[in-house]
């Protein structure tokens, strides 16, 4: 079985920032995609950004130039650098990754979220 656990969440002022961590552990070959995504209440899930094993990266238009994706293959960790944050920004994050087990089949694991809320 494999485990998320993020830190990170809270209040913030707008053009303030916060870090987002994610840490994964249990059963794994391997980890592919990194991604972090957000939801509002009532609306759909959206990916913010995500980071291929490699270090390739890509970032929903709103949050570029403001977040940053990370990542370290050997703690197996993702962290979401957000600044200039913004009330638009307000959201529960979650972080998702993508893990291929001994078996090469890929499977979807999602942490249990963290609420992040951009007000003055």
Do not use: H
Request: charged fraction near 20%.
């Amino acid at each position: 079985q494999v485990q998320l656990v993020e830190s990170g969440g809270g209040l913030v002022q707008p053009g303030g920032s916060l870090v987002l961590s994610c840490a994964a552990s249990g059963s794994m070959y391997s980890i592919n995609t990194m991604n972090w995504y957000r939801q509002v209440l009532g609306k759909r899930r959206e990916l913010v950004a995500g980071i291929t094993r490699g270090g390739r990266t890509n970032y929903t238009d709103s949050v570029k130039g403001r977040f940053t994706i990370s990542r370290d293959n050997v703690k197996n960790t993702v962290v979401l650098q957000m600044n200039n944050l913004k009330p638009e920004d307000t959201a529960v994050y979650y972080c998702n990754i993508k893990v291929m087990n001994d078996f090469m089949i890929e499977s979807d694991y999602w942490g249990q979220g963290t609420q992040v809320t951009v007000s003055s």
